[in-house]
């Protein structure tokens, strides 16, 4: 689950990490008038006006200017606000711009990478800081590996002050700062308290890119992206207000609502599939016989008919879908349940695209019974490939 | 001859009141797995029942600690059906009681829990299979988990995997081919788990009656490009593979928490080259899991 720079903001501050003065603006006034109580604060008409939106590179598309005066505040905020953001993250189309965030303008040194993340190979967490902040770090990470530094977090310990102490040296931290003892001294507590929040809060992801040192030798957070581990959602339940759903695919939170998992994709075959291995898979047999899936939809190992009967009749609502394949390997999932499901969504619904359905294992025979006495245009298909290849030349059609 | 369990391994279950519990558990003595133990707090005392494979009945007690039942019963495996918050507890449980072996099914555990399960198998000789894995089985010996027995076949190909139903559809052609199993491993699909590829592929290796393995990987981490390479050095056994995910974007979650193509790594299409590089025959689409394998034979 993401959220947004100024949300996460409001984390690391409960956390002690400094951050710039900043105010969340859901409208060009607010912005202005965000931008005016800055001003007035910091004895400073220099602003930094964000747009908010859940994806990375926000800079670069256009979304994150400065501004001088509160005049130019607002042009700029309004410019930027109902924009439509285009990002190496966001695919082409963008995404529209309906939040600011208004932050006051800092006397910048240098920037610095700092990112904590599950590391899989070492099923810890790693933090990683790096000279090179305000960029790509995946860039830097192909181009000059070198400049990642990498400590680990040992679970039961937590990351140790030398740990910071050593990531700190290494970028050089105190470099040019009037003194470097307190420049050092700060990011080592900015690091330690990073480390006990992406614990704490339960987090995938936690970056600071750039984390900055000011002119005065002050290090602060710049920016801020944080994940939440999906997961552990049930243990918090102050992330229903952090998320924003303008954000998400409205067809992603439907299905999440009725515990599928669902994400939608380019193509114009839809796809009913128990088993998140099996639903890629349908997905890439799909495509190896020519065509190209609509969604991924993973109905999950228990599903009710109910279940069943929404996964279907989302399918059946998309205007891309030109073809839909049901493959099932009944596992715990039955056939027979599969079956109802299928058939009560076509009967709400009506079924206007070729249908091929393949079920195999339990209660394979129930599931086939159920489909041929609904009368429905069904196509049965044997197997995984030849409901594919059945699939594919019927949407053709 | 097989991995990890045979017709001797003795298991207590965790959770094994509860509603998934309580079904699996039936299944899994109904197929002839010798569920010795069940572990619920508070339900100590109280009687499991069951029917065997010959339909007759069965009473599996109940205690409220994995150690009383471990104790009183001589199980040395544990597999847990306990709910996502409750389960990194319970594997703690099964890993202080003794247990040899502890395969976690549950789905959803938060990563940060499983880094600290992590931790206190480190230096341990305990292993863990899963979580969110359909489980382990030896077929016609032992089926530990939530996979449909009927589809297996007792022979000599091992089968390791991240995906439960895509194992089911790989076993299905395998049968459908004659070609049994020795035992099938799902590792799960989180990113933080238990044994990983290598850790099975070792186990493989080593078995005398495992002929060849089929492992089924898909995208997100680089779990198959180690394997890759340790299969290029040690591996003394064919070895086929399917790779999950092809045309999966980027960026977004697949189903399990762990396959998930971030910062442009994890792949298919590099975890297939690194496969194929060290020599291991990757099938070109998931319904040639079973024949690209005979192939090798």
Redesign the interface.
Known sequence: MKIHEYQGKQVFAKYGIPIPKGIPAFSVDEASAAAKKLIDETKNDVVVVKAQIHAGGRGKGGGVKVAKGLDAAKETAGKIFGMQLVTH?TGPEGQKVQRLYIEQGLDIKRELYLGLV?D??T???AVMASTEGGVE??KV??ETPEKILTEFV???IGLGAYQARKLAYGLNIGEGTPEPKKTVKQFVKILMSLAELF?KE?C?LCEVNPLVVTGAGDVVALDSKINF????E??HPNWKELQDKAEEDPVEIEAKAAGL?Y?S?DGSIGCL????????????????YGGE?AN?L?VG??ATKEQVTKAFKMILSSDKVKGIFVNI????MKCDVIAEGVVAATKELGLKVPLVVRL???NVDEGKKILKDSGLKIEPAD???DG?KKIVELAKA | MSVLVNKDTKIVVQGITGSAGSFHSRQCIAYGTQIVAGATPNRGGQKFEAEDKSGKKVEVPVFNTVAEAVKETGATVSCIFVPPLGAADAILEAIDAGCELVIPITEGIPVMDMIRVRRKLEGSNVRMVGPNCPGVITPDECKLGIMPGHIHLKGDIGVVSRSGTLTYEAVGQLTALGLGQSTAIGIGGDPVGGMDFIDCLKLFNDDPDTRAVMMMGEIGGSAEESAAAWIKENMKKPVAAFIAGTTAPPGKRMGHAGAIISGGKGTAADKIAALEAAGVKVAPSPAEMGTTLKSLL
């Open positions: 993250q599950v899989r190979a099923r810890r967490i770090i995946e990470a192909e040992d679970p039961l614990e339960d995938s581990d999906s997961n552990a049930p243990r998992s994400v994709l599939v128990n088993g998140a291995g099996l639903a890629m898979s349908t997905m890439d047999i799909i495509k190896y899936p991924f993973d190992g228990g390997f009944g596992g715990i195999a294992g339990t197997s995984m490939a594919a």
